[in-house]
């Protein structure tokens, strides 16, 4: 993930992997049938609580701006194992969608035992996604979760990604953060993320922005960086 969103970041289109839209949904499609993977140095965890219906960001738990938009990098989704018991994890596996021949089968995870099922202890499918900051900062976040409400929420996601991609249409999505309250099959009352989605763009309109060719405005609005024309002789 982390070669991927440095990448991205920077704008270096050419040091992407030369993925078609055609290829890209095709990756994704195999991810979501499932993914280890180095987070790298220099990236940024966003938590959400699904007690309190909160995002925090980084070791110092900083609140998240609500009006913040951050793009998604459908090249650094990632998919994977998660071990909760004595409720911290444990252990853990975590692939990206593009790598699925690192993907660890459910009958080859470690035995942890004993759990306490009334506290949700075990193995836990994981479901994450990389994204950046559009504040100038350009900063990495990485994003994941093992609850079901949230993995379905941005599963939704991922498949209107793939949806995009697989028809040619601006495929990154550029989203706020948002929070919805429901009530559980046990009668509880629990928070599950909304990412609502400002825009659909594309890639090439993304590293125009990262690289200072157009500003936020422009980028969800669809703008795309103009190409250079000829010099007249």
């Not at 030369?18 to 940024?44: C, F, N, P, R, V």
């Not at 499918?125 to 949230?150: N, P």
Request: charged share 30%; glycine share 10%.
């Amino acid at each position: 993930m982390s070669n991927a969103l440095s990448s991205f970041i920077k704008g270096a289109g050419s040091n992407m992997p030369a993925l078609s839209d055609d290829q890209l949904a095709a990756a994704i499609a195999t991810g979501q049938e499932g993914h280890d993977i180095d987070a790298g140095s220099g990236i940024t965890y966003l938590n959400f609580s699904g007690k309190s219906g909160t995002y925090s960001i980084g070791r110092d738990r900083k609140e998240p701006d609500d009006e913040a938009l951050y793009v998604v990098e459908p090249q650094a989704l990632l998919a994977g194992w998660k071990c909760w018991k004595g409720g911290k994890p444990v252990a853990g596996y975590e692939w990206s969608f593009f790598t699925p021949d690192r993907a660890v089968a459910e009958r080859d995870l470690e035995d942890h035992s004993p759990y306490d099922e009334r506290r949700g202890e075990g193995w836990k499918k994981m479901l994450g996604m990389g994204m950046v900051t559009t504040d100038g900062t350009a900063t990495s976040i990485k994003f994941t979760t093992t609850t079901i409400s949230a993995i379905n929420v941005l599963s939704d996601l991922i498949e209107e990604i793939r949806k995009r991609a697989a028809v040619g249409e601006p495929a990154l999505p550029v989203i706020r953060l948002d929070a919805e309250e429901f009530t559980s099959k046990d009668g509880d009352t629990n928070w599950k993320p909304i990412f609502d989605v400002e825009a659909w763009v594309t890639r090439t309109a993304v590293s125009s922005f990262m690289e200072g060719g157009i500003d936020v405005d422009q980028l969800i609005s669809g703008e795309e960086p103009k190409k250079a024309g000829r010099r007249k002789k």
